[in-house]
């Protein structure tokens, strides 16, 4: 047996290898090379699979290693000031996707019980692709990012409770309302004591495993794989687990170590959970299914996301930010399937179900591939039939300033210094903050400020960069500000870009891309330190007033905060 999963693998791995090749020569997305080996493995072609339950223990393993590792990077506030649009924007979404299928349903001929349950089962997205495409594009800290990602959290709660009401409809004897009940007392239990050992128990244990960086990657396996079993156990999906099991970790120094150890791990196993995705469809399945999967694949593409626009646009986001979650999550889930398969085994659907919500997720999935890794070269096309999604009210904040000398992007890390220097050369200036909580600190303090994200080109040529003298940016990651100084640059060849980096070889990169200095905190700390040894030696009441100096400072900063 061991051999036999053996042999599979290798061959599926080498046909996987052989599909991205091709798909790269093409300039394709790998994603949709992945879905197409599956589909040629898969019992319609090649037949390749025989051991289907290890195959769904290895996609298993890949979706708990990716969740967890987005959750490291998560930051909780971020979250909690998305609250709003997230909530907002999937009631919208839901409903008109549900009303949208439902009626599609009829006229197709399918049964009043049939249609109410594709209407749900075809509202969710998939937390896996998206995440997925944001974490290989090193976006799931931008503002559409984060939206999405807590759009689909709610989905995934809500496609958690769907499953109980079918498994209750089809007679499992068990109260609904009661099973849910037991399942949010689970939940907030599970919350209670996560947060309980992250805040407490864990930065000690953390720091016992930290020793060794082999310790330290077993625990992390440990804790992801034991968290996500005990929210499984409590009635809640991997996903969920995996996601909370990582943000438990987030606040500790060692969660970026972590994740990059964990990443080519999970890069093999994600690998074949798209695999497996793709075995499931299957070429005599394909006949009866066509129509109705097209005609629900072009209420996902379409219609889900004119939803989402419209509802960030009423909400005040820009469009750009609207039209990226929306092509973000423009596909079914994989919720999907598993609700109607259910509802199929239940009684409560025909045979015929399954494979069209299987072919619709095969083909949304495949065609958002392609929305998700073009966005940008879209958005630029679309940009002004897409204002109709954003209020007036945007464009007049961002416009309000003609031009601004000084442009700060960012502000919690250190962006009150760049504004006392501002201050001091008595120069206009803005911050670019996207946070609503800094937003409130920035208006406090009567600092003047534009609420959007820093990587809207759109708001940046609005504010004038093609005229700016410096634009300092306080943002942490080295892709995002290697996509900014590359637009500015290109505007404004006289512009002073000053931005962080965390290695060296980060900021050869952005050096490369047109950055007048890169920031490496190490580095800019060991200088300071090393001229001030050269100047006190071994002076330890200068040591003492220096520490003094930098207490007070830290201290001014938490007051601001």
């Known amino acids: ?32 090379s992945y879905l197409v080996t599956g589909f040629l493995a898969g019992p319609s072609i090649l037949g390749l699979i025989h051991n289907h339950d290890a195959f769904e223990s290895f996609s298993q393993i890949g979706i708990t ?23 907002v924007t999937f009631l919208l979404k839901a409903g008109a996707v549900g009303l949208a299928v439902f009626g599609a349903g009829k006229l197709l001929g399918f049964n009043t019980t049939e249609c109410l349950l594709m209407a749900i089962a075809l509202m969710f997205s998939s937390t896996i692709i998206v995440i997925k495409s944001l974490s290989d594009k090193k976006e799931q800290s931008r503002l559409y990012g984060q939206i999405a990602i807590g759009i689909l959290l709610v989905e995934d709660i809500v496609a958690t409770l769907a499953l109980l009401f079918v498994a209750a409809a089809g ?9 849910i009940i037991i399942l949010l007392a689970k939940g907030l239990g599970i919350a209670a004591v996560l947060s309980i050992v992250g805040a407490y128990g864990m930065p000690r244990l953390a720091k016992l495993f930290a020793a060794s960086q082999e310790l330290l990657y077993i625990f ?14 409590a009635g809640f999906s991997l996903e969920v687990g995996a996601l909370f099991a990582g943000v438990a970790l987030a606040h500790l120094p060692y969660a970026q170590e972590i994740s990059t150890r964990l990443k080519p791990l999970r890069d093999f196993f994600i690998v074949l959970f798209f695999i497996r995705l793709g075995e499931d469809l299957g070429i005599g399945n394909l006949t009866n299914a066509l129509v109705p999967a097209l005609v629900f694949s072009a209420i996902i593409i379409i219609l889900k996301p004119v939803f989402i626009m419209l509802s960030l646009g009423l909400l005040g986001y820009t469009k750009q930010t609207g039209f990226k979650t929306a092509v973000h999550l423009s596909q079914i889930s994989e919720f999907s399937i598993v609700l109607i398969v259910l509802a199929y085994r239940q009684d409560l659907v025909g045979g015929h179900l399954p494979a069209i919500i299987t072919l619709t997720a095969m083909i949304t999935i495949a065609v958002s591939a392609y929305l998700m890794k073009y966005d940008m ?23 309000s300033a003609s031009h601004y000398p000084f442009i700060l992007l960012g502000y ?39 609420y959007g994200d820093a990587t809207d080109f759109e708001l940046l040529d609005e504010l004038g960069v093609e005229r700016s003298e410096i634009v ?16 500015i640059t290109s505007h404004n060849k006289h512009v002073i870009y000053i931005c962080h980096a965390r290695t060296h070889e980060e900021a050869e990169l952005l050096y490369a891309d047109g950055a007048a200095y890169v920031l490496l905190p190490h580095f800019v700390g060991n200088t300071q330190i090393n001229e001030f040894i050269r100047k006190h030696g071994n002076n330890k009441e200068a040591y003492r007033q220096y520490r003094k100096q930098h207490l007070e400072i830290l201290g001014n900063v938490l007051l601001r905060h």
């Open 65 to 87: 290693l990716l969740l967890f590792i987005i959750g490291l990077g998560l930051n909780v506030g971020v979250i909690r000031s998305t609250g709003k649009p997230v909530l």
């Open 220 to 233: 992390a396996l440990a804790w992801a794989f034991s968290v996500a079993s005990m929210c499984w156990w």
């Open 412 to 450: 919690h890390e250190g962006g009150h210094e760049f504004i006392a220097t501002f201050r001091k050369m008595d120069k206009p200036y803005v911050v670019v903050e996207y946070d609503p909580h800094i937003i409130d600190v920035l208006d406090r303090q009567h600092i003047h400020n534009i």
């Open 377 to 399: 070269q879209l958005y630029k096309l679309l940009r002004h039939p897409l204002s109709v999604f954003e209020r007036s009210k945007v464009n007049k904040e961002a416009s």
């Open 1 to 32: 047996m061991e051999q036999s999963i053996f042999f599979q693998l290798s061959i599926v791995m080498a046909l996987a290898a052989g599909v991205a090749l091709v798909f790269r020569m093409l300039r394709q997305p790998l994603m949709v």
């Open 171 to 179: 007679g499992s004897g068990g109260s609904t309302s009661g099973d």
């Open 472 to 487: 300092i940016s306080v943002i942490a990651d080295a892709e995002t500000n290697r996509l900014i100084v590359k637009h």
